[in-house]
């Protein structure tokens, strides 16, 4: 069993940055590849970033990239996403999720954590 749990979250203006942290318990940390998704109001939970086991490898989303990068610490469990130019529309519930496979399927979600941005 993984446990995640996101925060870093808050209310920012457009323009500013944020860096969310996602810490997980459980089974080795380092075995799985890590994501994360958001979900607007009204709207269905889509693909943020995602990134390797090792960390060497990282993908994002088209209207996120350039802006927000993901990154993870093996040592600590926790894999990081640092939003900067962050815009009205990046707001969302952010969450946290685990390839315990490494079949590219996420079976593992954290709770999210709100991010709000003021225009």
């Known amino acids: 069993q993984v446990q995640l749990v996101e925060s870093g979250g808050g209310l920012v203006q457009a323009g500013g940055s944020l860096r969310l942290s996602c810490a997980a318990s459980?089974?080795?940390?380092?075995?799985?590849?890590m994501g994360w998704f958001r979900q607007a109001p009204g709207k269905e939970r889509e693909f943020v970033a995602r990134i390797s086991r090792s960390g060497l490898v990282t993908s994002k989303a088209d209207s996120v990239r350039g802006r927000f990068s993901i990154s993870r610490d093996n040592a600590r469990n926790t894999v990081y996403l640092q939003m900067n130019s962050l815009k009205p529309e990046d707001a969302a519930v952010y969450y946290c999720a685990a390839d315990s496979a490494g079949n590219g399927q996420f079976d593992y979600w954290g709770r999210g954590t709100q991010v709000t941005v003021s225009s």
């Open positions: 459980g089974r080795s940390f380092s075995s799985y590849a």
